[in-house]
């Protein structure tokens, strides 16, 4: 079994994240494979796929969404699991059960779960728009990725392919 783990990743952050999902897949003898998005030219050639965003202001960005909706039906007839990267700081904001809209993907993939991850943010790699919200909401910057809750989160993934 061969499964593709994909994300839409605005500034590098979540795909860190589905390279960290790929090492860790391989790590329990499961072939997995990563690529943006972009690169993905069939998802039925996968027998598995994990797939994940970036969250901006509570949604995915439109890349994901996009690739959802072209790959619906390949999507929904296997094993899919949903990931997100956004909420910053110490304690992570948006709360956990506001930081993202997921509902209407989880029903177009059929997706076995989405987990939600904390992000990075760093102001440098931002434009002024991003910035202006990022002042506005008081959001932390820094890195709060926890790559302990990756490496779990991909053996929980891990165990279930092997069923």
């Known amino acids: 079994m061969t499964v593709l783990v994909t994300a839409a990743s605005k500034h590098g952050a979540t795909y860190e994240i589905a390279e960290a ?22 998802p039925a050639a996968y027998e598995a796929v994990l797939l994940g965003s970036g969250v901006y202001l509570g949604r995915w960005l439109e890349e994901a969404r996009d690739f959802v909706d072209r790959h619906e039906a390949t999507l929904a007839a296997r094993p899919v699991w949903l990931f997100s990267s956004g909420p910053l700081g110490d304690p992570p904001k948006p709360a956990p059960d506001k930081a993202v809209e997921i509902e209407e993907i989880l029903s177009k993939t059929g997706a076995r ?14 434009g002024l728009g991003e910035r202006t919200i990022a002042r506005a909401v008081h959001v932390q910057e820094g890195d709060f990725r926890d790559w302990n809750e990756v490496s779990a989160w991909a053996g929980h993934v891990a165990a279930a392919l092997k069923g």
Do not use: W
């Not at 779960?113 to 102001?123: M, P, Q, V």
């Open 21 to 42: 999902l790929v090492r860790e897949l391989r790590s329990r003898d499961v072939d997995a494979e990563v690529m943006g998005l972009d690169e993905v030219v069939d």
């Open 113 to 126: 779960e989405h987990h939600l991850f904390t992000g990075r943010l760093d102001k440098s790699k931002l």
